[in-house]
């Protein structure tokens, strides 16, 4: 089965503070991609990252890092130093070889930055 | 960089009319297009799979009478929503993609039925 959890359903800090948002997928596909996507309160959806089931490397962008874990199939998204504007829901998502590479997104994660 | 665009952003129908919304993708050929529903506070739900020059394929549970998609070029996929009811309402979203790349997602559709 192909799946998505993201166990956190709301997170809430104080700006400045770090916070790891986590994602855990299921796939028995050996090839796949997993991505992280930022919806605002507008609605529209924010590509963030895309990372291939090959490449195992971390990734910083800014204040933005992914940490790829095959091991425990895990691709967890931290945010140092929050801001208010990184109020989003913040989804994770897998697109498996199988089928097309079509996407299968987890719940959500919504965070909440106070001021 | 690749943009897929959606339209139109909202529209408000009277319950038992039908709605058309387009997804383009503006600088790359898609042949594949996603079409996905979101319902509020809720997670992206795939409906169905846009094939351009073929029939779509659509996800369990989706009414393909309800939820007619249309891939009539490289670049257009279109969701018609007919005979639409309030329990429709909904935010429409769709993706396009070039092989081994990220999706491109539009702006989305928000569809309130009166």
């Known amino acids: 089965a192909q799946k998505v959890t993201q166990a956190q359903t709301e997170i809430s800090v104080v700006e400045k503070e770090d916070v790891t948002l986590d994602c855990v997928y299921e796939?028995?596909?050996?090839?796949?991609?997993l991505f992280w996507y930022k919806q605002p309160p507008s609605g529209e959806l924010v590509f963030l990252i895309r990372?291939?089931?090959?490449?195992?490397q971390n990734e910083i962008s800014g204040r933005y890092s992914w940490n790829f874990q095959k091991s425990t199939s895990s691709f967890n998204f931290t945010i140092t130093a929050s801001q208010v504007v990184d109020s989003a829901v913040y989804f994770c998502?897998?697109?498996?070889?199988?089928?097309?590479?079509?996407?299968?997104f987890g719940a959500g994660t919504r965070l909440f930055v106070k001021a | 960089g690749a943009v897929v665009s959606q339209h139109p952003s909202w529209v408000i129908c009277k319950s038992g009319t039908s709605v058309k919304i387009e997804c383009r993708s503006l600088d790359f050929q898609a042949t594949t297009m996603f079409w996905y529903r979101q319902f509020p506070k809720q997670s992206l739900m795939l409906m169905a799979t846009s094939n351009e020059g073929s029939k779509a394929t659509y996800e369990q549970g989706v009414e393909k009478d309800k939820f007619l998609i249309n891939h009539a070029s490289l670049t257009l996929s279109t969701l018609t929503v007919t005979s639409a009811h309030p329990e429709d309402s909904s935010f429409y979203i769709c993706?396009?993609?070039?092989?081994?790349?990220?999706?491109?997602f539009g702006e989305g559709s928000r569809l309130t039925v009166l």
């Open positions: 998502a897998l697109s498996p070889n199988t089928g097309g590479f079509k996407t299968i």
């Open positions: 993706s396009a993609s070039r092989q081994f790349e990220e999706l491109f």
């Open positions: 796939t028995r596909d050996t090839t796949y991609y």
């Open positions: 990372r291939n089931s090959f490449d195992e």
